[in-house]
């Protein structure tokens, strides 16, 4: 079970050298996009004799890319390096590492490290003489002046049978460092903001004693409203299940859909985020009896009306600045599912999951979600629902923060 990275939702550039550690950097590119990363592989002409941009096509986010003409996109530079939140160089070569120094831009790789304001972390890697010589001392020193992070190589057995300095950093190391980019940045992802979850199902009265439910536990909704809370949100939890352990958090009890719309309605308007983990009702006894049925009487008919859609009213009251969670939790096709509630509902996400799934879904304590939200389709790994939620939220941070939904 992977723990949330902070890794989660961040373009990262990977920028391939030429060099032997090519193979290496496969994996880091792998770890990076297992971790949540959007890696956009962009790799110079030489590093194609190491390995086929093919494999870093399949195994990265996007298809590589090598030259500023071969695309659709005529400034593919500009979008790459506006849009990283990091890039990363491995391998670095002395050539590579000399051309960033001095600002040549000569390929889409160099163009886009000058077009980018984004932290660069440079993985060198290359044979022990080369990298003391004095003109990448020089160079390496220049770059860290400028505030790069210079990941140096580490001392092993070299390509050719030599040993000495010059192997690439472990990919582990390679991958703390970068995630060190985003930590600070993302521990209080959520200060100053304030968050409305809504956990379990809800009841809806038939008489006194006997409700129409569902299946839902709260559990995802309670682990949403805790991971909000340890990111530094202000968090109003409305459930219909009991919660213990609330620490830092305003549960406020329901337990039909109407009460819920009631409560949610109200406390929705000074809200920065909405996530309704709930699973609301979709209909109600119209006919509810004010003394309980008895059975003596017969089989009593009960008909059904539609609750008001809590999510459905938010999406059309929702004001600038808003951020709309939905859920779907279904046993049939997601993405059709997911897309259509993401449209009829104005949510800015969906997180969708197949209840017929094993270890996933009610009652239990994992989870295996898909996020929809604009055009983007992101499969979280099989994890906790503590986890699950953590990085969907740090998903809507970064969205709301692209967007320019959330200002600071
Ligand atoms: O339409 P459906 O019930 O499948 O949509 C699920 C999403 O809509 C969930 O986020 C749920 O909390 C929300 N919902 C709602 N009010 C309803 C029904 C569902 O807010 N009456």
Redesign the pocket.
Known sequence: MSKSSPLVGKRIVLGGGGGIAAYKVVELMRRMVDAGAFVSPVLTRASLRFVGRTTFSALGSEPARISLWDGSDPIPHTRLGQLADAIVLAPATADLIARYAAGIADDLLTTTLLASKAPVVVVAAMHTEMWQHPSVVENVATLRRRGVVVIEPEAGRLAGGDIGVGRLAETDVIVQVVETLFEVSTKNLLANKSVLV?AGGTREPIDPVRYIGNRSSGKQGIAFARAAAELGARVNLISTVPVFDSAGINVVPVES?QEM?DVVSNLAVSCDLVV???????FRSANVSPVKIKKRHGAPEIRLEP??????HLGATKRPGQVLV????ETGDLEI?ARR?LKD?NADFIVANNVLEEDAGFAVDTNRVTLFYGESEVALGHSDKRDIAEKVLRYVAEYAKNTGAWQE
């Open positions: 809504t859909a719309f309704m983990a709930a699973a609301v009702a979709d609750t008001p859609d809590i999510l459905a939905g859920f779907a939790a599912e509630k509902k």
